[in-house]
């Protein structure tokens, strides 16, 4: 079964400097990584995927991450972080074939001005 | 395009009572998915609708069901609530291409209490 480990509960970091959010999966076959952000009583909003090619994926706002398939890693990062930017981020996993996503518990990403 | 929109936003009610949740998803999305949201269990998988048929399900008692209609709107239905029900439900919708399932999008939530 897909699976999802995000190590840190919050990221706090001040703001201007790189923010980078750990996940690291477990799937059968070749996974399909995404990351999603979610603000306070909002759904989830998608931010960037990986499905295959180039290992390092462009996102929304400034967004971007990075898949390594030795360490089964797909970390996100920006390289300045916004006040904005303040939130949860979750990273999931699917595997080929199923639209079912299995998410990391979750990062509150917390930017101090 | 409209987003996916899920009704109502809101919504209280008492346990062994029965509720309806409502997802329209986005134009052309034939794919929905349903995830249950708490602080405890995080982001949880319920089951996935395409054309009219549920695909996928998740490790969820039966008093939790759903269904698609042929506009591809879906509804899920939770009898007999429990007060652990408590929850932000999610809906998200998805195209199909040729290449398999794309990315997912979600809806507002529809924020549930039992009280």
């Known amino acids: 079964a897909q699976s999802v480990a995000q190590p840190e509960d919050q990221v706090n970091v001040a703001e201007g400097n790189p923010l980078t959010v750990k996940c690291t999966y477990s799937?059968?076959?070749?996974?399909?990584l995404f990351w999603y952000v979610q603000y306070p009583n909002r759904g989830l909003q998608f931010l960037l995927k990986?499905?295959?090619?180039?290992?390092l994926v462009k996102g929304s706002y400034g967004f971007e991450a990075e898949f390594n398939k030795s360490q089964t890693s797909f970390h996100l990062k920006k390289p300045s972080a916004l006040v904005s930017d303040s939130a949860l981020y979750f990273c999931?996993?699917?595997?080929?074939?199923?639209?079912?996503?299995?998410f990391g518990k979750g990062n509150q990403v917390v930017v101090i001005p | 395009k409209a987003g996916v929109t899920q009704t109502p936003r809101y919504l209280i009610k008492t346990r062994g009572q029965q509720v309806t949740l409502s997802c329209s998803p986005i134009?052309?999305?034939?794919?929905v998915s349903w995830y249950q949201q708490t602080p405890g269990q995080g982001l949880q998988f319920l089951f996935e609708y395409f054309s009219e048929t549920q695909r996928n399900k998740g490790n969820f008692p039966g008093r939790f069901s759903g269904r698609q209609f042929s506009n591809s709107r879906s509804e899920m239905n939770v009898s007999t609530l429990e007060l652990g029900d408590s929850a932000l439900y999610l809906c998200?919708?998805?195209?199909?291409?040729?290449?398999?399932?794309?990315?997912?999008?979600f809806g507002p939530g529809t924020r549930l209490l039992v009280l």
């Open positions: 134009s052309g999305h034939r794919s």
């Open positions: 799937v059968s076959g070749n996974p399909y």
């Open positions: 999931a996993v699917r595997e080929k074939g199923n639209n079912r996503l299995a």
């Open positions: 998200a919708s998805s195209p199909i291409s040729s290449a398999g399932y794309e990315t997912q999008y």
């Open positions: 990986y499905i295959t090619g180039d290992n």
